[in-house]
């Protein structure tokens, strides 16, 4: 199964500040790329995805940065507030394809 | 609105022994089922997937099988539980053609003892 690496593997902020997760893959077929964060003892949920066809998605203070050509993107969260620490999973799946692949998540901590 | 539903919540089971675990999906007609396993602290592994009634396409071997008896309901079971299997399975749906967006019921807690 092609991957997707994902780091850090744990990050921390401050209150207020942006925190920046990364995602990088090598299957060039992958045309989906979704972010779900998933709360301790809670189930995953979708928190926003993009296509290639654009190289940025926002939703409110969150944020898909898409760079086709280095196979790379990232999730801003600006303003972090401590009700955003969580573990956030990227993920990507070529089109027509029921198979996404996961990467290992980003466990982040916002500090009050 | 679309609702998913999982039973049961949580499971301890004896290794060796049978497990069935189930999910409904309401709203939503032909649905994209999916079931994956994640273990504490650990990613999403998929286990399989239906995009049909009756069929069912397995993605990882792990001595796990899954059935779609009807539209909206996604089974996983297992005839003998290994301690490995230990974890938190998570049932999800999709609409449409393709994987896209995906959106998943509550889980269940699996303990193999």
């Known amino acids: 199964q092609q991957q997707v690496r994902q780091s850090p593997q744990s990050l921390t902020v401050w209150e207020g500040e942006t925190a920046i997760l990364n995602c990088s893959y090598e299957d060039s077929t992958f045309d989906y790329f979704p972010w779900y964060h998933q709360f301790p003892g809670e189930s995953p949920a979708l928190l926003i995805a993009i296509r290639p066809v654009s190289n940025k998605k926002e939703d409110g203070r969150f944020t898909i940065f898409f760079n086709k050509r280095e196979k790379k993107f990232s999730l801003h969260i600006a303003d972090s507030q401590p009700g955003d620490s969580a573990t956030y999973f990227c993920?990507?799946?070529?089109?027509?394809?029921?198979?996404?692949?996961f990467g290992k998540g980003t466990s982040l901590v916002v500090h009050p | 609105a679309q609702t998913i539903h999982q039973w049961p919540v949580a499971e301890i089971k004896a290794v060796g022994s049978p497990l069935s675990l189930g999910c409904t999906i309401k709203g939503k007609s032909s649905p994209n089922l999916y079931w994956y396993w994640q273990a504490t602290g650990g990613t999403l592994q998929q286990l399989f997937y239906?995009?049909?009634?009756?069929?069912v396409e397995s993605v990882v071997q792990l001595n796990l099988s899954a059935s779609r008896p009807k539209d909206d309901q996604f089974i996983l079971s297992t005839e003998k539980l290994l301690l490995s299997h230990s974890g938190f399975y998570l049932c999800?749906?999709?609409?449409?053609?393709?994987?896209?967006?995906?959106?998943f019921g509550p889980g269940t807690r699996l303990t193999v003892l």
């Open positions: 993920a990507a799946s070529p089109g027509g394809n029921y198979k996404p692949t």
């Open positions: 239906s995009i049909t009634v009756g069929q």
């Open positions: 999800a749906w999709s609409p449409g053609l393709g994987g896209g967006e995906q959106y």
